[in-house]
Every structure is written in C-alpha cells, then in structure tokens.
C-alpha cells in the first residue's frame, strides 16, 4: 500500500513575541504515516496541539525540525523546507485541507467558490460547476443559494460550501479540521458517505472529529496527540 504522508521527528514550538519572547512547546518528535485508502484521527484533549499538527503538515506554520513527507507528482516534497511555490504547487495538485471556517472572495458566487479548486486546475469552466453542482446538490444546499455569495450564509451553509470545496479535486491526501462542527445529523451522515468515497478512491485522510459518531464511522485508527506533548513529559 502506498504511503503518500510520512511525519517525522517533528518538534514545534510558539515564540510569544509580545511576552518577553517567552517559548511554548506544543508538539514534540512527532511521528506517523497516512496510508492510500486510510483514514487517521488525531484525537486527545483540546489545546493538545491537533489544530497545529494540521496547519504544520498544510504549510501554514513553520516546523522547529523535523520532514513532513508527501508524495508530490513524481517526486517526494518535504513540506518543513519547501519553498513557498513549491507548497502552492502541492496545495494545488497533492494536499487539501477543510477548515472548520469558510474564507472567501466578496462577491464570488456560491458555485464559483466550489469549482474554483477544479478551475486553477485547467478544468473548462462548464465542467467545473457541473462537478461543484453536484457536489453542493449531494450536502442539501438550496439551489437557491448557489448563485449567490456565501458571506450571509448560516455557519452550517457556510461550511457545506466549504466540505464541497474542499471535496471536489481529486488530491491524494485531504486534511480535515472538523469539517462537521456545524452540521446537521442528515448532512453529518452525508459527509461519512464523502469520507468513505474518498477513502475507497485511495485518498490519504487525516482528521479531527470531535463529533462520536463521525469518528466512529470513518477512523481507521486514531492517533492520541498526547504522545506528542511535552506536557505529558513535564507531569
Ligand atoms: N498561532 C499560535 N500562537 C500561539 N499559540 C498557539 C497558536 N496556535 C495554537 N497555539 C497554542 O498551541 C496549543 C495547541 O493548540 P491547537 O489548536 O493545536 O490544539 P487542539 O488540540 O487542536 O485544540 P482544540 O481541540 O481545542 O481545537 C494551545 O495551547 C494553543 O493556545
């Protein structure tokens, strides 16, 4: 089975720059793999450091020491020094990532946000929003509102339009930051089904699910961030 993720040794601290330069540990040696077809959960109490395991492994906060690995076209990238293109060229073709939150341009409509990923991709513009409506269709959003911003929408829209962003490309490993925080148990059981789908298509999957029932529907294995703390070293 391919291995399309590999965390290795990897340490990461925050430098309040405000208090003193005072340093904050949040993960130390971290280590893990996410296999094609597998679906990991990060789990352990809040404020453990899941959130920042994410954002580390999507390029958003730099890494103290250690690789995050993936397999990027023919190549292997590691994303603790890949330059910032390179992590845009991964992001585009290789990595996605389901905020709990929605961050959109004003005034693009709900069906252009969706098909955006597809677009930047050279998908013709027809194909895309085909795909982005039958995704939008599949997570009960109202016609209605696809033709519209999604700035006013309810924060359970909002991240509906969100998951099918997030959805419709088909990269090798999808990060999901509690993609059902806001979700409806119908929609909830939707997006079990979108997991599983992306599961049986290979995908590499890596979550936080606070939500019982999602976990238990879709973990493979869930991977206690506790190890990781240096808190746990410190008591
Ligand atoms: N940008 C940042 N600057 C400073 N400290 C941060 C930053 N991001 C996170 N932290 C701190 O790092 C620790 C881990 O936060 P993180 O959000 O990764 O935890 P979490 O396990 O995802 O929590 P939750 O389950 O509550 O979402 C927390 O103590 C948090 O305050």
């Known amino acids: 089975m391919a291995t399309p993720l590999v965390v290795a040794e990897v340490f990461k601290s925050f430098i309040m720059h405000l208090r003193e330069g005072i340093r904050l540990p949040v993960?130390?040696?971290?280590?893990?793999?996410?296999?094609?077809?597998?679906?990991?959960v990060l789990g352990g109490p809040s404020?453990?450091?899941?959130?920042?395991?994410?954002?580390?492994?999507?390029?958003?906060?730099?890494?103290?020491?250690?690789?995050?690995?993936?397999?990027?076209?023919?190549?292997?990238?590691?994303?603790?020094?890949?330059?910032?293109?390179?992590?845009?060229?991964?992001?585009?073709?290789?990595?996605?990532?389901?905020s709990q939150f929605l961050r959109t341009v004003p005034r693009v409509c709900t069906l252009d946000v969706v098909a955006e990923p597809l677009l930047a991709?050279?998908?013709?513009?027809?194909?895309?929003?085909?795909?982005?409506?039958?995704?939008?269709?599949?997570?009960?959003?109202?016609?209605?509102?696809?033709?519209?911003?999604?700035?006013?929408?309810?924060?359970?829209?909002?991240?509906?339009?969100?998951?099918?962003?997030?959805?419709?490309?088909?990269?090798?490993?999808?990060?999901?930051?509690?993609?059902?925080?806001?979700?409806?148990?119908?929609n909830r059981r939707v997006v079990i089904e979108m997991i599983t789908e992306k599961k049986r298509n290979g995908v590499a999957l890596l979550g936080i699910f606070h939500d019982e029932e999602v976990r238990e529907a879709v973990a493979d294995r869930v991977l206690d961030v506790m190890q990781f703390s240096p808190r746990k070293a410190a008591a």
């Open 27 to 40: 993960v130390n040696d971290v280590n893990f793999s996410v296999a094609s077809g597998e679906c990991v």
């Open 47 to 98: 404020g453990i450091g899941k959130s920042s395991i994410l954002k580390m492994l999507y390029g958003n906060y730099a890494v103290d020491a250690g690789q995050i690995l993936v397999a990027h076209r023919d190549k292997i990238v590691n994303i603790a020094n890949a330059d910032p293109r390179t992590v845009l060229d991964v992001r585009r073709h290789t990595m996605g990532y389901v």
């Open 121 to 186: 991709r050279g998908l013709e513009t027809g194909e895309a929003r085909e795909e982005a409506s039958a995704l939008l269709s599949q997570l009960n959003l109202p016609r209605e509102l696809w033709g519209l911003p999604p700035a006013t929408f309810s924060g359970g829209e909002q991240q509906r339009v969100n998951i099918a962003r997030g959805f419709i490309t088909d990269h090798s490993i999808l990060l999901l930051d509690e993609p059902t925080a806001s979700l409806d148990a119908r």
